[in-house]
C-alpha cells in the first residue's frame, strides 16, 4: 500500500485551536515533525502519521476529544467507554440504538439521528452545535462513524452517499480518498447513507479489539482503507505499481478497466483529474513521506522516483508542494 498524504489544512485547524489553548505553537509542530513554514502553504501536504500525532497532543493539551470545540467538552476516554457497552450489542442495529440512548451521556458530542427509508439508512450529525468554519471537524466525525461502523462488523461498508453543510472545498480529490462515495454540498445537514441490511450484520469485535482499536486512535480513521469507488481511485491503484518499475501507459490503464482510452480521458476529466495527474500525485505523496521519515537522500529518492536528476526532482517537488525538498527533510520524529 502506497503512503497518502493529507492536505495541510488538518493542520492548520488543529494549530488555531491550540492558539486558543495558549499552546507554544512551535514546540508542537516540532514535536509532530512539521516546519511551521508549511502552514503558508496551501499546497503543502502531510502524513497521516503526522495529522494523528497532532490530534494525540490536542487531545492531551484539552482533555477533550473534540478539541474544544463542540458544545461541551468530551473528556478524553469517553468514547471508549461507550464502545465498551456498544461491543456486547447482537448486532449493528441495536448497536447504534443503544448509543442513542447513550447520547444523554455526552452533551459535547452533536446530536446524532438514523433514520431508516426502505433499502437506504441514513445517519445524520447536527454540527450546527459545533464551532462556527470547523470544517474538517465535520469531515473528521463522518470518518469516524464509518470506520467505527465498518471495525465492529468486520467489513467494509460502501457509503451510498455522503452529505455535507457546507460549499464545495476546493481539495474534492482529497473528500473521495476518506469517503469514495457521492459527495453532496450546501446540504441541510451532515450525513452518510449506506445500505439498510447492514443494520442486521453481527458486531464482530471484543474489549480487547476495543483498546487496541482505542490504542491507535485517531489513525484508523484517517488512513484509507480501500473504499474509493471513483475512477480516479481505480486509477491510482493501477498506476502505483510505477513506484515499482515502469509506469503503466494510458492504453495499459484503459485495457485493466475494459475501456476505450478516449472513455478514460473523458471520464476523469469529469471528475476534474487525469492519468497524468493522478501520476504526480502518487509521486508527490510518495516524496513527502519518504522525506518526513528522512531515510533517503534527495539524491537517492530522486532516482527511485525515476528523476533523471535531482534538480529536476527538485522543481516537480516545489510545483506539487510549493516548498523544496528541504522543507520537509530531517524532520524530528513524529510523536506518538
Known amino acids: 500500500m502506497t503512503a497518502r498524504t493529507v492536505p495541510i489544512d488538518f493542520v492548520r485547524s488543529a494549530v488555531a485551536t491550540a492558539q486558543r489553548q495558549g499552546v507554544d505553537i512551535e514546540q508542537l509542530l516540532a514535536s509532530v515533525g512539521v516546519a511551521?513554514?508549511?502552514l503558508a502553504q496551501d499546497r503543502a501536504r502531510v502524513t497521516v502519521d503526522q495529522v494523528a500525532a497532532t490530534m494525540r497532543?490536542?487531545?492531551r493539551i484539552t482533555d477533550d476529544e473534540l478539541f474544544g470545540l463542540g458544545p461541551a467538552p468530551v473528556p478524553r476516554g469517553s468514547t471508549r467507554l461507550v464502545g465498551f457497552g456498544l461491543v456486547a450489542c447482537r448486532d449493528l442495529g441495536s448497536a447504534i440504538e443503544r448509543f442513542g440512548e447513550y447520547q444523554r451521556l455526552l452533551p459535547g458530542l452533536p446530536p446524532m439521528a438514523v433514520t431508516t427509508d426502505g433499502e437506504r439508512t441514513r445517519y445524520t450529525l447536527d454540527?450546527?452545535?459545533l464551532a462556527a468554519g470547523e470544517e474538517l471537524l465535520t469531515v473528521f466525525l463522518l470518518a469516524a462513524v464509518h470506520r467505527m461502523i465498518s471495525w465492529g462488523i468486520g467489513r467494509r461498508v460502501p457509503l451510498r452517499q455522503v452529505e455535507f453543510p457546507y460549499p464545495r472545498p476546493g481539495n474534492i480529490a482529497d473528500y473521495d480518498l476518506v469517503f469514495g462515495a457521492p459527495l453532496v454540498f450546501d446540504a441541510a445537514t451532515a450525513a452518510i447513507t449506506f445500505d439498510s441490511e447492514l443494520l442486521s450484520a453481527p458486531l464482530t469485535r471484543s474489549e480487547d479489539d476495543l483498546i487496541d482499536w482505542a490504542r491507535n486512535a485517531p489513525v484508523d480513521v484517517l488512513s484509507r482503507r480501500d473504499y474509493g469507488t471513483s475512477l480516479a481511485e481505480q486509477v491510482r491503484?493501477?498506476?502505483?505499481r510505477g513506484l515499482r518499475g515502469d509506469w503503466p501507459t494510458a492504453d495499459e490503464v484503459a485495457k485493466r478497466l475494459a475501456m476505450s482510452p478516449q472513455t478514460v480521458r473523458r471520464k476523469l476529466g469529469e471528475e476534474g483529474t487525469s492519468i497524468t495527474q493522478i501520476r504526480e500525485d502518487i509521486l508527490r505523496d510518495a516524496a513527502?513521506?519518504?522525506l518526513v521519515r528522512g531515510d533517503e537522500t534527495v539524491e537517492a529518492l530522486s532516482a527511485r522516483?525515476?528523476?533523471s536528476e535531482p534538480s529536476a526532482f527538485r522543481r516537480a517537488f516545489r510545483r506539487w508542494t510549493g516548498s523544496p525538498p528541504g522543507s520537509y527533510r530531517g524532520a524530528p520524529p513524529v510523536a506518538g
Request: hydrophobic letters at 55%.
Open 36 to 38: 511551521p513554514e508549511l
Open 57 to 59: 497532543q490536542l487531545w
Open 237 to 240: 491503484k493501477i498506476l502505483t
Open 305 to 307: 522516483l525515476g528523476f
Open 127 to 129: 454540527t450546527s452545535v
Open 288 to 290: 513527502v513521506a519518504s
